[in-house]
């Protein structure tokens, strides 16, 4: 066995089991592998004919075939009967490919529909979505207005109750003024009724002070000779 790089991977080289002609290689002597994808990219087929021929001719194949991971590799008997039989039946491989092709075609049709649909779907839902956001846009811009008339009503409250409260220290303060003058003329008052009663109180005084003066005046007559004397 010989081990050899190919593309990255560690593949084991097998030996050349069959031989049909002089231009095989020995057994023992290493042997030159290729995926299927290089096999067709070379004799200019696509890679599902291949794949289909590796498929029909899996019998006759399988001790020529290396498969490493999920990649298949054709060793160089492999390649000399996949293309004798190609050459063999190359109307069939042509009506293949076209078949294949227009599989292909198909599906990239298929394929093509199926995104065009989720991009029209797409397209629905960011309709939608534009929809819902230009209802949540007026949603939002009613209640900025609510909130903006609510705003001024309650500004245009709290300015009433400011001048309520303005006038009710304005009352207060006149009744206080007023309280005041009360107060001032009620002790005026109380002067006046207490310089009056002791007013009246020399009024009497003087009235009784009168009646003696006139009682003590009836008391005296007048003489022959003009002088008073007491009765």
Known sequence: MYVSKYKGFQLIQRCARYCHNESCMKEGDPVELVTLKQYAEEHKISYEAVRKQVIRYAEELSDHIIKQDRTQYLDPWAV????????????????????????????????????????????????????????????????????TALLEESKAKDEKLKEAEDQIRTIQTERESDQLTIETIRKEADDLRKKSEEDQKKIEDLQKERDEAQTEAQSFTRSIFGFYRKR
């Not at 075609?105 to 979505?129: F, G, I, P, Y």
């Open 80 to 147: 000399e009967f996949l293309t004798n039989r190609r050459r063999e039946s190359p109307i069939v491989l042509m009506n293949m490919d076209q078949s294949e092709e227009n599989e292909r075609l198909k599906e990239e049709v298929e394929s093509l529909r199926v995104k065009l649909m989720t991009a029209q779907n797409e397209l629905l839902k960011e309709k939608d979505r534009i929809i819902e956001l230009q209802d949540e846009a007026k949603k939002t811009l009613e209640d900025r207005a609510r909130y």
